[in-house]
């Protein structure tokens, strides 16, 4: 029988268990429709779920369609379980996002999207409650296009010239084969959907089973049966213990047979599967043999772990979503935390994200949760499986950290008879990106195997900042040289060197504290708007209004975690219950009060005993310590370049020639979209002055100053973010988005012909599939189409970064958070209020010098006649007037 794996997702009371209810019920399944409200949903087996009448855990369902047999993991949609959800995405074949047809798109749907988007999963769409008053068929049509993907098409119209359209603008294959024949065969649009070109749009009411048995019927027709190897494969995505207690690995066969008896291995382990389960609800059928394409539990594994890949699958990379709350669980008066530590720890496995930790300098528990809500559900969870109350304090932000250059972190570790030298090059990554390990160090200076060791240290260890002691990410660390001894070195000594040189790469490095934000949506009474805008700007947050239906308003923005954590109650009692915010994590960036941060937390790194910041080294026949700040100098490899500043001017110089040519990256967007004010030279040309700290430190006064007397101007401009916040072209941006870019490229190029600097106008097209880079000249101006996955902020970011010493850059942007970070890079700023303004004075200063032009050379036939023709002309004239 043909298999399909399809999860259901959705923003939380969008219906997506009554529909996954609908669906078991129409299938045969079940022969009776559950509801949440009754509590006797199929799938919500667990007590708390029914209590809240909301998902928790993820569970399967198996039930059949003709000859196609769908196992639907059912996932949570509240925001606080986004981690559980997010893992059960890496087994999917499709998915199913579930939209309320009342509400529309909401912030959490947008998140699932762009989640679906990075695993690269198909998705079909099911627009819920179209059965309650004011939902209106083709504004959601269009709503969904606009905030999701044009590929998406409703298919309750198949067959119609219309439904064909709109296929065919969707791919170029399917263009031509609707200009050759007329329609589109069902095949080439299977194919389309499975390669996430088209999304497949279905209405109706979950709760009164309309549209569902269409919708049902559309998945088979147009999804494609994956095709399995032979060779064995399986990917965990959960753990989780029955009510014996019994550890179970759930797992999807990707390829081969599984047995019972059966030994699997993994990372580091070799166990035998004692039993197979195939789960329905809350059911289970035990079998001897599994085919490839089936989800199922097994029994007997008791080191498995989450994300794990089994056979030709590899490990599944760290989950995008993670917790970014920190809490002290407290324990009853008498409860020994020591005994209590293992308990957690099963629960740990199943919620890998939760991070239960035992800090033994403060004597507590610590665990990082999502939410509130996740807080409530694992007090109930540790009372019912070990009977203990557990309480939490108020909680802490979890705080990152990452650097803004580039530097060479050195270890050096060698007490008597040890040995081991290691040199990291330490990178600043885009935001999001994690930390990245990666070796460039010949083998003639450094074995193979010892640089995989040192590659393998790197990994196993969460490394501490030096500002907060906090998590570092979002930087790439390479091993570029090192050494070791051919008598003394042993495998410890190289794990001492590689935590000493990132550590003191990290004190060499300028810091920068990261905190978490939310991106939120907040619907509200539109006589509201003004105080929930003045409370966001308190918060650090920034905001606009997304949209006005009637009397109710849209706002969406983001801020500071720690800032609106608890906003939702406020929100509540001053809108009297008619006001929601929805949050969901945007992600990390630069702590709006870090000094205020760092000096409350208090942390010293270099009095933290367990990350030593310097190294080791040995002289008569001792060990010695030299502090961090020293350690260059009793190296013993040579250093992977002489100094940052070096490096510095070196990457530079490297990145020049294409600066002005086909460059511009990432991280260079970032920066670019918050820096722009040169051409506003009144109150900030004194500001734009001043000199980093670098080049305060690094770089003599008399050679700073002849840079600037030489450099060349640039004004780097967000096209998008232009576009948005000038009154006409957003206006016109609404009809035609060609016409907008064109008008703003028309004005930007008769700028350039008065401001006379170079003009760079960057493009997102990081949502264009395979997009390539695309970088072109438009009259006197540059214009640049970022690639796939690259957006504007991050292309000027990285153009500023790179050339922030070659060249005067200004920055056109009205993003305060960006702003602030494009100061930092000593770039200059210009708001796009304050860019319209230069603008229209540019075009007033060449209408009046046409004007002047014009007037001066106008040519009169007069003018060109000799005195004497001019006195006849006269006589003439005098002559018909009497």
């Not at 129409?26 to 667990?46: E, M, P, Q, T």
């Not at 965990?236 to 999807?252: A, P, V």
């Not at 705080?399 to 330490?426: C, Q, S």
Request: aromatic share 8%; proline share 3%.
């Amino acid at each position: 029988m043909k298999k399909l794996v399809i999860g259901i997702l959705a923003h939380v009371d969008a219906g997506k268990t009554t529909l996954s209810e609908s669906m078991l019920y129409l299938s045969g399944k079940i022969g009776k429709l559950g509801r949440v409200d009754n509590k006797d949903a199929y799938l919500d087996n667990f007590e708390l779920e029914r209590a809240r009448g909301i998902t928790i855990f993820s569970k399967q369902a198996i039930f059949e369609i003709g000859e196609t047999q769908i196992t639907l993991l059912d996932t949570p949609g509240h925001v606080d379980f986004s981690a559980e959800m997010e893992r059960t995405l890496q087994v999917l074949d499709y998915a199913i996002l579930v939209i309320s047809g009342a509400d529309g798109v909401q912030g959490h749907t947008k998140t699932l999207w762009r989640l679906l988007e990075m695993y690269k999963i198909p998705a079909f769409l099911f627009i819920n409650k179209m059965d309650q008053n004011g939902t209106d068929k083709a504004s959601l049509m269009k709503e969904i296009r606009k905030q999701l993907d044009d590929g998406c098409i409703d298919f309750e119209q198949v067959g119609t010239d219309e439904f064909y359209d709109q296929l065919a603008m969707c791919d170029e294959n399917l263009m031509e084969a609707y200009l050759e024949t007329g329609y589109i065969e069902t095949e080439k649009i299977k194919k389309a959907v499975k390669e996430r070109k088209i999304f497949p749009c279905f209405f109706g009411s979950a709760l009164k089973l309309t549209g569902v048995e269409e919708f049902m019927q559309g998945i088979v027709t147009y999804a494609c049966i994956p095709q399995y190897p032979d060779e064995f494969g399986a990917k965990i995505f959960k753990i989780s213990r029955d009510e014996q207690g019994n550890r179970l690995t759930h797992m999807k066969l990707t390829g081969g047979k599984l047995k019972v008896r059966d030994v699997l291995k993994g990372n580091g382990w070799e166990e035998k599967v004692n039993q197979i389960r195939i789960y329905s609800g809350h059911k289970f059928q035990a079998v001897n043999e599994i085919e490839a394409g089936s989800v199922f539990a097994v029994t007997g594994l008791s080191q498995s772990r989450p994300g794990e890949g089994l056979g030709i699958e590899k490990d599944s990379d760290t989950p995008i979503l993670e917790p970014v709350l920190s809490y002290q669980i407290i324990l009853p008066e008498g409860c020994d935390p020591r005994a209590m530590l293992p308990k957690l720890r099963m629960i740990e496995e199943e919620e890998p994200e939760l991070h239960i930790v035992w800090n033994e300098q403060l004597q507590e528990i610590q665990v990082q949760i999502m939410g509130e809500v996740q807080i409530e559900i694992l007090q109930s969870l540790i009372k019912s499986r070990f009977g203990v109350d557990v309480a939490f304090d108020a909680g802490r932000i979890v705080y990152k950290e990452t650097i803004a250059n580039v530097v060479e972190g050195l270890g050096h570790f060698e007490p008597l008879r040890h040995y081991a030298e290691v040199h990291l090059l330490l990178e600043p990554g885009e935001r999001g990106s994690g930390l990245q390990f990666a070796a460039n160090c010949n083998e003639d200076i450094l074995s193979k195997n010892w640089q995989r060791l040192i590659l393998t240290h790197l990994e196993e260890k969460v490394h501490k900042g030096v500002l907060t002691g906090s998590a570092i990410t979002d930087m790439k660390i390479t091993l570029v040289s090192g050494k070791a001894h051919e008598k003394h070195t042993q495998g410890g000594d190289f794990r001492e060197a590689t935590y000493r040189a990132v550590r003191q790469g990290l004190k060499e490095a300028e810091s920068i504290l990261l905190e978490p934000y939310y991106a939120f949506q907040l619907e509200l009474p539109e006589k509201m708007v003004g105080r929930a805008m003045t409370d966001i700007e308190k918060m650090h947050g920034t905001c606009e209004i997304s949209q006005i239906n009637g009397e109710m308003a849209v706002l969406v923005g983001s801020a500071p975690v720690v800032t609106m954590r608890n906003y939702n109650k406020e929100v509540v009692a001053y809108t009297k219950g008619l006001g929601r915010l929805f949050c969901t994590l945007k992600g990390y960036e630069p702590c709006h009060n870090a000094e205020e941060v760092i000096e409350s937390i208090g942390y010293d790194s270099e009095k933290d005993i367990e990350n030593p910041t310097g190294s080791i080294f040995c002289a008569h026949g001792a060990g010695f310590l030299v502090p961090w700040d020293q350690v260059k100098n009793y190296m013993h490899v040579e250093s992977y370049f002489r100094s940052k500043d070096d490096l510095s001017e070196q990457t530079v110089s490297n990145h020049t020639s294409y600066t002005q040519e086909r460059q511009i990256s990432l991280e260079e967007i970032d920066q670019i979209f918050n820096k722009t004010f040169y051409a506003n030279r009144g109150k900030k040309s004194g500001w734009k002055r001043r000199k980093t700290a670098r080049e305060s430190y690094y770089k003599p006064v008399n050679y700073v100053s002849i840079q600037k007397e030489t450099k060349e101007e640039f004004l780097l401009v967000d096209g998008y973010n232009i576009i948005y916040a000038w009154p006409e072209l957003n206006g016109l941006a609404d009809d035609d988005m060609d016409a907008a870019r064109m008008k703003l490229l028309d004005s930007l190029s008769n700028y350039q012909g008065i401001r006379k600097c170079h003009i760079i106008v960057v493009f997102d097209a990081y949502r264009v599939q395979g997009h390539r880079e695309e970088v072109t000249d438009y009259h006197n101006i540059r214009v640049v189409y970022t690639k796939e996955a690259q957006t504007a902020d991050q292309y000027i970011e990285k153009f500023a970064y790179d050339n922030q010493k070659k060249y005067n850059i200004t920055v056109a942007t009205s993003d305060g958070l960006q702003q602030i970070i494009i100061r930092g890079s000593g770039c200059s700023l210009l708001s796009a209020r304050e860019l319209k303004a230069e603008v229209d004075r540019a075009n007033e200063r060449i209408k009046k010098e046409y004007q002047e032009i014009q007037g001066k050379d106008r040519n009169h036939l007069i003018n060109t006649l000799s005195p004497e023709v001019k006195q006849q002309m006269g006589e003439l004239a005098k002559e018909e007037n009497d």
